[in-house]
């Protein structure tokens, strides 16, 4: 049974499956997903225990892209109804990082629409960054799109302690999501947020018409840059993108895919992001007991979430504490018997195939 043998691999030997492994494991019919389900939350608590983190992000320059994306609706190319500004004050920043504070996350986002930053711009996000460890004391992650070299060895000596750059989707898929850019130009800035000190924040969205075998693809494309976190997103089609009409995932493709993610990357926080709630609905507890172990509380960058009082009644309900703190190095503290312990395992190499 290609379960057992995951199971066995990943929990008895500890060693990365190939891909191979993870095909056979997904060629299963649903119907097997208990088993797959139940894998993968074995291997999320063998590898990284029972907590979850929690982030929230700010969309801190809306709209007004130059790029292409085709799921995005801050895209300049696309005709859609959301909120075009500038960098917003320094003042509504710091709001949002108490705010962040006071809904329990413990690590806070700055995002902005852009290419990549200018000057200017990187400027205005250096002060924001000192501004919210000053009044908060939140561990800041940026996504600010494509960096050079001197721009993520500035974020990084600024105390940034976590970069996001989505790959968005497999290498293949790619060019028909975004041609603007590059896989590659991402694979680039991703390794040079990891090259310049920081925590690599690396994941991307699933549901935008790549198939099962392309988005195991995407998960092994993925744990190859070794990613300290996978935000995994879900479409929820935009209007006016042009994945406008795009059906979404069934719940139990989603289950399915961020069960799979686990199997490939055993010890990254596997972070439910944007389209949980649109295409998990109900079964939104079940993505935490299929092996992610993080959330966006609050809302998304386009889209509104749910409040974050409701993702706390489902952690108390599934017995999952708040980890105190966004990973690698530090530590957690048990919430029933108050013991301190290391928050993350050292990770384990990648199997590539020849
Ligand atoms: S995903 Fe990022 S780079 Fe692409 S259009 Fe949207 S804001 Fe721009």
Redesign the pocket.
């Known amino acids: 049974m290609p379960i057992a043998a995951a199971e066995h691999a990943l929990l008895e030997e500890r060693r990365s499956l190939s891909r191979s492994e993870v095909a056979a494991v997904a060629a299963l019919p649903l119907d097997h997903l208990p088993d797959l389900v139940a894998l993968a939350h074995r291997v999320r608590l063998a590898y990284c225990g029972p907590e979850v983190e929690l982030e929230s992000l700010i969309n801190a320059k809306s709209g007004a892209?130059?790029?292409?994306?085709a799921?995005?609706s801050?895209?300049a190319r696309f005709e859609s109804d959301v909120d075009v500004y500038p960098f917003l004050d320094l003042d509504e920043v710091v709001d949002a990082a108490r705010a962040t504070r006071d809904a329990g996350a413990t690590q806070f986002c700055i995002v902005v629409?852009?290419?990549g930053p200018e000057e200017r711009l990187l400027a205005k996000v250096l002060d924001a960054v000192d501004a919210v460890h000053r009044e908060t004391g939140l561990e800041v992650a940026c996504s600010l799109?494509l960096l050079t070299a001197t721009q993520a060895e500035r974020l990084s000596a600024a105390g940034v302690r976590r970069y996001n750059h989505n790959l968005?989707t497999c290498r293949d898929v790619f060019p028909q999501i975004?041609t603007t850019h590059t896989w590659q130009d991402r694979v680039d800035t991703a390794r040079l947020a990891t090259d310049a000190g920081m925590e690599l924040c690396c994941g991307g969205i699933l549901g935008m018409g790549e198939t099962l075998d392309q988005r195991i693809d995407f998960a092994f494309e993925l744990a190859a840059l070794e990613p300290c976190e996978v935000p995994i997103n879900l479409l929820d089609p935009r209007p006016g993108t042009p994945l406008s009409d795009q059906p979404t995932l069934s719940p139990r493709e989603a289950l399915q895919a961020i069960a799979l993610f686990r199997l490939v990357m055993p010890s990254a926080w596997l972070r439910l992001a944007g389209g949980r709630e649109k295409v998990l609905g109900e079964l939104q507890g079940m993505g935490l007991l299929a092996g992610a172990n993080a959330l966006i509380v609050g809302n998304y960058l386009t889209t509104t979430g749910r409040p974050a009082q409701a993702d706390h009644d489902l952690l108390d309900a599934l017995g999952m504490p708040v980890a105190d703190g966004p990973g690698e190095g530090r530590f957690v503290v048990d919430a029933g018997g108050g013991h301190a312990r290391p928050a993350r395992r050292p990770t384990i190499p990648v199997h590539v195939e020849s």
Request: charged share 25%.
């Open positions: 892209c130059p790029e292409d994306c799921f995005c801050q895209s629409a852009v290419r799109g968005e975004c």
